[in-house]
């Protein structure tokens, strides 16, 4: 063996990068032999990928643990904080993986080159499994956060229903005659202006649709600001915001996350996925449209409705998303960065905008040579 063999087989067996130079430095240990340095780089980033291994492992025993299926685990503070470990689950799971693979081409490319990655990458595998099986958890936990607003809201309008019912049913009761007559001060009041024949009902000043001055003016009951027919309008309104409002914060808001998190990760998009982010943004936006047009059927029924919050910011973030969706849909990560090092134009645009007329002297001067020497043979 040369001293040159010798030096080689001695010294730091780390992969370089791209701008490195290789490591001269004797090496120490097997599998594989490094310098102190680099000894120090691999058990850090050995230290990192698994401790992002065992918080993804808790946190997969947190989210998978449950049979979610048994409808006594169903409360909205259980199923949200299971979702968000389902999140931090699988972004765990995705660190490890690259870092796995960081550790993998720093130190053991060379070898494994010759001798196979089976068991590293049967061990990706395994790991990329385990987050599909908690993103499948994860859509489970939408629907049955989904089943229970949907019940909570529809126990909250019930409720609402029989207490309107009742106050109606007193109101029907209860007239202003009766309060009179109940009054300890209805033998003291003889007002000539005030007989009992003379009663001021209210109307109702709803705006009519489409029109900025024409009001309902119908008469309405007592004790109530509009009319029996816009007050079923505004109830009916009302229980669908409440729905849209829910299905938004319950459902969809979750989907638009997760696209969130995928374009952000530039996560690898097949055709199906990339659709369905599409169509889940599109979706959301249309929701966002439902909600602001319940709202202003509501502002115009009602002049006590509660200020909604705006939607700007999530008109914004979707139409952002969609922008970024059909981006990726059009021309793949993979086609920018070819293009990015595309070669430059060839042809007469080379030369500039003068390059077409000189080629063309190039060319009568080439012929006139060609001419002349052959004339003087």
């Known amino acids: 063996m040369t001293s040159k063999d010798t030096m080689a087989y001695q010294s730091c067996q780390v992969v370089p990068g791209e701008d490195e130079l290789p490591c001269v430095q004797r090496g120490y240990g097997e599998r594989p032999r490094l310098c102190n340095v680099h000894r120090q780089e691999y058990t850090r980033l050995t230290a990192s990928y698994k401790a992002r291994a065992e918080e993804a492992d808790k946190l997969y025993e947190e989210v998978c643990g449950k049979d979610w299926e048994d409808r006594s685990l169903w409360n909205m503070r259980a199923l949200t904080d299971a979702l968000g470990a389902a999140a931090r689950c699988q972004n765990a799971i995705e660190e490890e993986i690259l870092g796995r693979r960081r550790h993998h081409d720093r130190f053991f490319a060379d070898r494994f080159a010759l001798a196979g990655d089976g068991g590293h990458q049967a061990w990706i595998r395994r790991r990329q499994e385990k ?22 809201t529809q126990k909250a309008a019930a409720r609402r229903r029989e207490e309107e019912a009742a106050i109606w049913e007193r109101a029907s009761l209860y007239t202003p005659t009766d309060r009179q007559a109940t009054s300890r001060y209805s033998d003291l ?29 119908r008469v309405v009951a007592w004790g109530e600001t509009i009319c029996q ?36 990760t530039r996560a690898q998009y097949d055709l199906h996925t990339l659709n ?15 909600i602001d047009a319940l709202t202003a059927e509501i502002d115009r029924l009602s002049t006590e409705a509660p200020e909604s919050p705006s939607q700007a910011d999530d008109y914004a973030q979707a139409d952002d998303l969609l922008r970024q969706l059909r981006t990726i849909r059009t021309k793949p990560p993979r086609a920018q960065a070819r293009s990015s090092h595309a070669p ?11 390059g077409s007329w000189v080629s063309t002297v190039l060319m009568a001067v080439g012929t006139a040579a060609a001419v002349w020497f052959g004339f003087r043979r």
Do not use: N
């Open 189 to 217: 009041r003889d007002d000539p202006l005030e007989p009992e024949s003379y009663q001021t009902r209210m109307i109702c000043m709803v705006l009519q649709p489409g029109s900025k001055t024409m009001r309902c003016k």
């Open 344 to 354: 430059p134009p060839r042809g007469d645009d080379a030369f500039g905008e003068g």
């Open 131 to 152: 987050a599909r099986e908690v993103e499948a958890i994860a859509k489970q936990l939408r629907v049955c956060k989904t089943k229970l607003a949907e019940e909570q």
């Open 229 to 264: 027919q816009h007050s079923e309008e505004l109830s009916i309104a009302t229980h669908k915001l409440m729905l849209q409002r829910a299905r938004k914060r319950v459902h969809l808001q979750d989907d638009i996350d997760w696209v969130s998190w995928r374009v952000s």
């Open 276 to 290: 369905e982010d599409i169509a889940t943004v599109i979706e959301f936006k249309e929701l966002l449209s439902s």
